[in-house]
């Protein structure tokens, strides 16, 4: 139970280290997940002091392992302030100032226009691939078409040689016939 109350703050966060938006790393800032460390040792100190032990040895592993993973927690920490800054910035530019206007610039004709350009050329760019894969598909299934054909003119081919074959051994085999008869 005391071990339980000591480690549970820690067991709770540690469930919303799923990745992206929901990791420890996008809802904590880098100074509160630095004294959630803090308070994590402390509570490993205690949990072992509590059931009687040295707790010295399992500090130095847990140091050991936070210096291990010091290259981990700075790629984190850089993609913490990307990504935070970029979203403060975007922010900045969509609230509202306290007086109740906009805080971006008004858009201007030229800045619809531009945005409705990049847009149609979006929206002209996959419409391009979607043809041109659609272009692929059709010229696939054109072959697939035209060998299948192919081969059947060429199995109709032989068909027809080989029923010449037959026909032409069977006129021979009936003359034959006809010439020992007579």
């Known amino acids: 139970g005391r071990f339980r109350r000591c480690l549970d703050p ?4 540690m469930q919303k280290s799923i990745g992206g938006r929901g990791s420890i790393y996008w809802c904590y800032s880098p100074s509160q997940l630095l004294e959630a460390w803090e308070n994590f040792q402390r509570a490993v100190t205690e949990t072992w002091e509590a059931s009687g032990l040295d707790s010295s040895s399992m500090m130095r592993r847990l140091h050991a392992l936070y210096e291990a993973n010091a ?4 790629k984190s920490l850089q993609l913490w302030e990307t990504q935070h800054m970029s979203t403060q ?6 609230l509202l100032g306290r007086n109740g206007t906009t ?5 201007t004709a030229s800045d619809v226009l531009n945005r409705s ?5 979006q929206v002209l760019a996959r419409w391009s691939c979607a043809l041109q894969k659609n272009a692929e598909r059709l010229e696939t299934q054109r072959r ?3 060998q299948q054909r192919k081969r059947q003119r060429e ?15 069977a006129e021979r085999c009936r003359r034959e016939a ?5």
């Open 10 to 13: 820690f067991r709770r966060s």
């Open 71 to 74: 290259t981990v927690r700075d």
């Open 89 to 94: 910035d975007r922010r900045r530019h969509q």
């Open 103 to 107: 805080t971006r610039r008004p858009r």
């Open 117 to 121: 350009l990049s847009e149609l050329k």
């Open 144 to 146: 697939k078409l035209l």
């Open 155 to 169: 199995e109709q081919r032989r068909l027809e040689v080989r029923k010449q074959k037959e026909s032409q051994k």
């Open 178 to 182: 006809l010439r020992k008869r007579a």
